[in-house]
């Protein structure tokens, strides 16, 4: 939390949440913040590339650095106000996700998808889709956006809404990935929470009988005669996945702690009923960066007890793989060791939950890189967006259908490069065969398309006119330039 920011003592319980408008940061401080923005905008010489110079990130794909200047986004990083009554918060756009949970918790709220890794930010959640257990309820985090203020790349700052001049823009800037603009002000959805949520591991042998219960639950909300407010899961092995069903609950009795020396992953594996703070929920999958934290050495407990608990964060796990990335330090003993060389395969498909199950045992059979992160999403029945007709794709650069359940399938971490192959092929491989299972890949990480087969994928039928309404001298870099260009 910024110095700006006012402390607040955590609630969480609706009953004594207090009356209407919070300023957290406050107005005029934004107006500040969006002032410098403007001026480093104008700032850079016509014709030169923009880009924003932002602290964290959670891309995969190296960024070209030093060859644009970067916008000032100091002072844009905050929660502006809550309104308590409407239920909503005006947020910056680089607001990390763990400050504005640390905001509004103590009101009882939170948002309505929360991104499980601490320094995702808002902007970048809505432009290039996160995703969590609740999405099988309330869908995208930009689907809660009531309204956003985008620098657009012609350097205009317009508000975008579901209706009126820029609703082509907030229907497109999901997935645009800031080839559009930057947004900058965000007012989005809040919903209440409890204190806790209670946890249900049910372990399925058959991958059939896993995709199909994804399928029940997504609709009906229940399981077994139990309510369901959060659903994701993991596959370990064919004959061993688990679903993790999640409801609310006051009774904060015998509640777990994985920030400690236990990791969350594992729990699943040896307990069937858990029960974490709504806190500690939502960031049971950052303290070791899902179970990413292991190639650190991390969850040796020999090594985690002296592992300062303020270190095992997702961000720290990240900055250590860019160090590995830059230097390559492990790739070189692995070479001088005569081991083969390994390739990156760090990415988030999503597939029909028809499709999951056939797609999971290509994958077990050819990859087969274990754990998976399995999270199933649903384009909401109605939000700020409308009501979309089933079968409809209401996001224009994203291949989402209304009514459909969808199933996101992350798997992070390298494999084996085979004798006769080269690095990327396991990559392009598994590019090829979601398409087979009539999936698509969220473009955060490497992606090898060809441009038509991207574009027919991603919205080409839209993009140019946005892009010449948006960002007509191209400042910005096109979608398929930054997403498989590798910038
Ligand atoms: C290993 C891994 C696992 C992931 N797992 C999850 C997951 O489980 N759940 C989940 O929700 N997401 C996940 N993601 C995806 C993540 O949500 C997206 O990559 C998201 O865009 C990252 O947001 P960021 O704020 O860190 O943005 P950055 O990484 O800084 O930027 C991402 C892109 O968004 C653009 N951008 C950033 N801010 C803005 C803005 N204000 N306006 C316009 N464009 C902007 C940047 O230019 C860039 O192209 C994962 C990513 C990785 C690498």
Redesign the pocket.
């Known amino acids: 939390m910024t110095s700006t920011q006012t402390t607040v003592t955590p609630v969480l319980s609706t009953s004594a949440v207090p009356p209407v408008i919070t300023l957290v940061r406050g107005a005029q401080a934004h107006r500040a913040a969006v002032d410098r923005l403007l001026a480093s905008y104008r700032a850079i010489p016509a014709g030169q590339r923009v880009?924003?110079a932002?602290r964290?990130?959670?891309?995969?794909r190296a960024r070209a650095e030093g060859t644009t200047t970067g916008l000032d986004?100091s002072g844009l990083d905050g929660v502006i106000s809550i309104d308590t009554a409407a239920r909503t918060a005006d947020v910056q756009?680089?607001c990390?996700y763990e400050s504005l949970v640390a905001a509004t918790l103590p009101y009882g709220l939170m948002p309505l998808?929360v991104?499980?890794?601490k320094?995702?930010?808002?902007?970048?959640?809505?432009?290039?889709?996160?995703?969590?257990s609740s999405s099988f309820r309330n869908g995208l985090?930009h689907e809660s956006v009531l309204e956003l203020d985008?620098l657009t790349g012609d350097g205009n700052l317009v508000t975008a809404r579901p209706t009126g001049d820029h609703a082509d823009l907030f229907r497109g800037?999901p997935n645009?990935?800031?080839?559009l603009?930057?947004?900058?002000r965000l007012r989005i959805e809040l919903e209440p929470v409890r204190p806790a949520v209670a946890l249900r591991h049910v372990r399925f042998s058959d991958l059939d009988e896993l995709a199909a219960a994804i399928g029940t639950i997504s609709t009906a909300r229940e399981w077994e005669g139990t309510g369901v407010d959060f659903l994701d899961g993991v596959v370990f092995s064919a004959s061993e996945a688990y679903l993790t069903l999640g409801a609310w609950t006051d009774d904060l009795s015998d509640l777990s702690d994985y920030t400690g020396q236990e990791t969350f992953y594992r729990s699943i594996q040896q307990r069937s009923t858990d029960k974490l703070t709504i806190h500690d929920y939502l960031w049971r999958?950052d303290t070791d960066?899902?179970w990413?934290s292991a190639a650190f050495g991390a969850q040796n407990p020999k090594v985690r007890k002296y592992w300062p608990a303020r270190f095992r964060r997702s961000d720290v796990f990240?900055r250590l793989v860019g160090v590995e990335m830059k230097y390559g330090v492990v790739a070189k003993v692995d070479q001088w060791r005569g081991k083969p060389g390994r390739e990156r395969v760090?990415q988030?498909v999503e597939l029909p939950v028809t499709r999951t199950a056939d797609f999971l045992r290509w994958y077990l059979d050819n990859v087969p890189m274990t754990p998976l992160?399995l999270?199933p999403l649903r384009l909401r029945e109605s939000g700020p967006a409308g009501t979309p007709e089933a079968g409809s794709q209401p996001w224009s650069l994203y291949p989402l259908k209304a009514g459909q359940t969808y199933v996101?399938a992350?798997f992070?971490g390298t494999v084996a490069i085979e004798p006769g192959q080269a690095e990327g092929d396991k990559n392009r491989e598994i590019e090829a065969a979601v398409a087979d299972f009539d999936g698509h890949k969220?473009l955060?990480?490497d992606a090898y398309y060809d441009e038509e087969t991207f574009w027919a994928a991603y919205g080409g039928q839209n993009y140019p006119a946005l892009k010449q309404r948006y960002d007509g001298d191209g400042r910005l870099l096109d979608l398929y330039a930054?997403a498989v260009g590798r910038r």
């Open positions: 880009r924003l932002k964290t990130s959670n891309l995969f986004v756009a680089m990390t998808v991104p499980q890794l320094t995702i930010t808002l902007g970048g959640a809505v432009t290039g889709l996160g995703i969590e985090p985008i800037f645009s990935y800031g080839t603009g930057y947004a900058t999958w960066w899902f990413c990240h760090i988030d992160w999270c996101n992350g992070w969220s955060y990480s930054k």
